[in-house]
């Protein structure tokens, strides 16, 4: 008896160290599906015609480890899911922010591949974020770049301060790639009804640009905007970039929404590019989101649009 209550004894204290010690993580996802009709498939991420695909769909593990009391290790590993129609289940899966790193009270620091903090600073801004609308079918700079180095430093009050850098070999120029973000208020609009960044990128993807961001939600009415200047490296191609937003929530389920963008740097496109962007989300729950959009891509030389219905669904 004395013999089975040191033993029971014993395993109870190794998983209490265990449990003390043991990882806490999540695996998340989103499951997404549309059914789209694209006139000249000009638009990034679209296609000429109809197509059924799963824009952005996406499978991940996240979650830290206790080193010390104040110290934590924190990881995500994140890919894209592919494989939904058959011209891409051979190439199924593809790389999303993966990462690893160190959180404490002197802030954290990301090692692996991750958005950079310019890519960061636009917030909730984009109505239209992975769809044909996304402001990155216009603006430059919307990069997730591997093998980076992101420092975020303690939150002061509501002011943040960030930085990513990425070694030459890696940012796609000659120097090394440096983006750095300051940023006031809450990025999610949850804790305050506003957000206000200032952005800057260097040498990554042959891009230097300065961005302004701006949201703001009051009662059921949110707004955005962004403002950004960009040139290349070689100095040949420069201009201004501008989005701008709005939703509108009628209820909890029913959610209009707009987005203007337009750049004359010839950074994503030849010449200047204009995009106009409306829809509507059906949101069930926190979870489920059934939307419809259409979007018009107006370019020096040609033309695109683009409509969709889709079920988006996050876990």
């Known amino acids: 008896m004395i013999k089975q209550l040191t033993f029971t004894s014993a395993a109870m204290l190794m998983a209490g ?6 990882a806490d993580y999540d695996i ?3 499951a997404e599906v549309q059914i789209a009709h694209t006139d000249k498939g000009v638009m990034r991420y679209t296609e000429e015609g109809t197509q059924i695909d799963a824009p ?3 499978i991940g593990v996240k979650g830290q480890h206790a080193l010390n009391d104040t110290t ?3 990881f995500k590993y994140e890919v894209q899911v592919k494989g939904f129609d058959g011209d891409s289940t051979n190439d199924p899966f593809s790389a999303r922010n993966t990462y ?3 959180q404490s009270q002197y802030g954290t620091v990301l090692v692996g591949r991750n958005d950079t903090r310019f890519k960061y600073s636009e917030g909730k801004v984009d109505q239209f974020n992975e769809t044909q609308g996304d402001i990155a079918q216009v603006l430059a700079g919307q990069s997730r770049v591997g093998d980076s180095i992101t420092y975020s430093t303690p939150k002061f009050g509501l002011w943040a301060v960030a930085v990513t850098w990425v070694p030459k070999d890696d940012s796609n120029s000659e120097d090394n790639g440096v983006a750095a973000l300051l940023s006031y208020g809450d990025r999610a609009l949850k804790r305050t009804p506003y957000f206000v960044a200032l952005s800057y990128s260097d040498a990554l993807g042959d891009l230097q640009a ?3 961001t701006a949201a703001y939600r009051w009662q059921q009415l949110q707004l955005g905007a962004i403002v950004q200047r960009s040139e290349n490296l070689a100095g040949d191609k ?3 970039g501008l989005v701008l937003s709005a939703r509108y929530w009628l209820s909890d389920a029913w959610q209009p929404k707009l987005q ?3 750049d004359d740097s010839g950074l994503r496109h030849e010449g200047d590019a204009e995009q106009f962007t409306v829809g509507v989300d059906y949101v069930v729950d926190k979870q489920t989101t059934f939307y419809l959009l259409a979007s018009q891509l107006e370019l020096d030389t040609s033309d695109d649009t683009s409509t969709a219905l889709g079920l988006k669904y996050m876990f």
Not at 17 to 22: D, S
């Open 17 to 22: 160290a265990t449990t003390a010690h043991a």
């Open 28 to 30: 998340y996802g989103k």
């Open 56 to 58: 952005f769909s996406r």
């Open 72 to 74: 934590q290790l924190v």
């Open 100 to 102: 690893v790193g160190v």
């Open 210 to 212: 300065s961005r302004v």
């Open 238 to 240: 420069e201009g201004d």
């Open 260 to 262: 203007y963008s337009r």
